[in-house]
């Protein structure tokens, strides 16, 4: 395709999404598609240490549709100031910038500042260590074939682009394996997998007594007795059932970028206050709609909880759960008005990834001390009426009988099985039954499912690890 052709049909669609919704919307095509390749080159440069060009090529390949606009962007990654410049067509300009210890942040003209870094919380983990400072083989010969089917590539495209699997079998890693460029401390972006730790954490203030499930959630923007969104739970919030007009949040392609809730993400600073004032589409708990915005309001209310400054929520996270579960490799990502991105920004080595799942396998208690409160997992997996794809309250799930639990079972995943999943093939898979996690973290189209990789995965590591429980206790 010649590049006269190319400019033509990328114009043409920014042309034809004003058309359909409105001029209003369409201007915010080109800083939408700019925010999302300028924050994720930021905190995979920065943060996981890839090659910008490498990750640029792998993640776009991964979005349908993407390489009619990625092709005429300009992308400047300054390792000097550490921090990341996207234009397309010299307009749309989207600015990421790196702190330490903070990751990155879209800046839309206001720079983050005074947010203070939690230190790294000294006292030995809650959790019995996963596993030696070596990566770990496979502790079989169908283990090792598990994982050499799940990085291998088809000859033609669409690829699977594997970065890291961990497999734990009852709390003990039994098989791991790296791209390259990626290892055990290596911090990976879980998108999505974001909204089940933003869960656990809204879990951890239940269990505390600061936020209750049930009753009006305590959004400020909704105290008003005649305003329609003064009924909304959080438990709304976390099963996305609030009913808040945003679009939705369940594509990864050029179509996904006429989303409001896309807007939300990459042309505003403070994104909860944006969500926050979304009217109403449907009655809360009427419907079932998955969108970005019902987890940003509720990083809102963790930071409120947790003393209302930027550095509070992170210090709350740190104390509270990763340092009980020895999440080191970590980084929690912050929007412009310093509140924790708590829809689809955490980065975490894929062991530390596995160590989050464990706590879910472990029904919420790590070294005798209750973490989650009682019955909060079992909560997190119980199916949302009308979620189609099957989904439980921050986590996805095979139990009820939605379209997507039953596919899954249909292709070898558990009944049992639940997980969180981060868009392009993200997924920690807890599998109580069998006393696994296994987490996988790539760059995949998201359909068809097959295209991952890990349908496979999963029953090849299921049959593996039950003929290795089988060996080891007949010797």
């Known amino acids: 395709m010649t590049r006269r052709r190319k400019i033509i049909l990328a114009i043409t669609a920014i042309a034809c999404a004003g058309l359909a919704l409105g001029a209003a919307r369409a201007r915010n095509v080109p800083k939408i598609a700019t925010g999302f390749i300028a924050h994720t080159l930021c905190s995979e440069t920065f943060v996981s240490g890839l090659d910008p060009?490498?990750?640029?090529?792998?993640?776009?390949?991964?979005?349908?549709?993407?390489?009619?606009?990625t092709w005429a962007m300009d992308f400047r990654v300054d390792r000097a100031r550490k921090d990341v410049t996207v234009s397309l067509f010299g307009i749309g300009r989207s600015h990421a910038v790196y702190r330490e210890g903070l990751g990155c942040t879209l800046e839309h003209g206001t720079a983050l500042t005074d947010v203070a870094i939690p230190v790294d919380d000294e006292r030995p983990a809650l959790l019995p260590e996963i596993a030696g400072r070596g990566i770990v083989p496979p502790q079989s010969e169908r283990l090792s074939a598990a994982l050499d089917r799940a990085f291998a590539e088809p000859a033609q495209p669409p690829y699977r682009r594997t970065r890291a699997i961990v497999v734990m079998k009852a709390g003990r890693i039994v098989a791991e394996r790296y791209a390259d460029g990626v290892g055990p401390q290596t911090q990976l972006l879980g998108f999505s997998m974001t909204k089940s730790v933003t869960s656990a954490l809204t879990g951890i203030l239940v269990r505390q007594g600061k936020l209750k499930l049930d009753g009006p959630a305590p959004v400020a923007a909704w105290q008003d007795p005649d305003d329609p969104r003064n009924v909304v739970t959080v438990d709304q919030l976390l099963r996305h059932t609030a009913g808040l007009a945003l679009g939705s949040s369940l594509e990864a392609s050029l179509g996904s970028v006429l989303e409001p809730v896309n807007a939300m993400k990459y042309a505003e600073d403070d994104m909860a206050s944006f969500a926050e004032r979304a009217p109403l589409a449907t009655a809360p708990g009427a419907a079932w709609n998955y969108h970005d915005g019902n987890f940003l309001i509720l990083a809102q209310l963790i930071r409120n909880a947790a003393g209302g400054k930027p550095g509070d929520a992170l210090a709350f996270a740190r104390r509270e759960l990763f340092a009980?579960?020895?999440?080191?490799?970590?980084?929690?990502?912050?929007?412009?008005?310093?509140?924790?991105?708590?829809?689809?920004?955490?980065?975490?080595?894929?062991?530390?990834?596995?160590r989050f799942g464990q706590l879910y396998l472990n029904d919420g208690v790590v070294g005798g001390k209750r973490i989650l409160?009682?019955?909060?997992?079992?909560?997190?997996?119980?199916?949302?009426p009308h979620a189609?794809?099957?989904?439980?309250?921050?986590?996805?799930?095979?139990?009820?009988?939605?379209?997507?639990?039953?596919?899954?079972?249909?292709?070898?995943?558990?009944?049992?099985?639940?997980?969180?999943?981060g868009t392009i093939g993200q997924y920690t898979i807890v599998i109580p039954s069998e006393k696994l996690v296994i987490v996988r973290m790539g760059r995949s189209l998201n359909w068809p499912p097959q295209v991952d990789g890990v349908f496979d995965l999963v029953r090849d590591v299921v049959g593996a690890t039950r003929e290795t429980g089988k060996m080891m206790g007949a010797n």
């Open 53 to 69: 060009s490498r990750d640029l090529a792998e993640t776009t390949e991964a979005m349908p549709g993407a390489g009619l606009l």
């Open 324 to 354: 009980p579960l020895g999440m080191r490799d970590v980084t929690l990502q912050l929007d412009g008005a310093g509140t924790v991105e708590g829809s689809g920004e955490m980065l975490a080595s894929a062991r530390d990834w596995a």
């Open 373 to 384: 409160p009682e019955g909060w997992v079992n909560y997190s997996a119980t199916a949302t």
């Open 388 to 421: 189609w794809v099957g989904i439980g309250a921050g986590f996805w799930t095979n139990q009820g009988d939605s379209f997507g639990a039953k596919f899954r079972v249909e292709h070898g995943w558990p009944r049992d099985a639940f997980f969180a999943k």
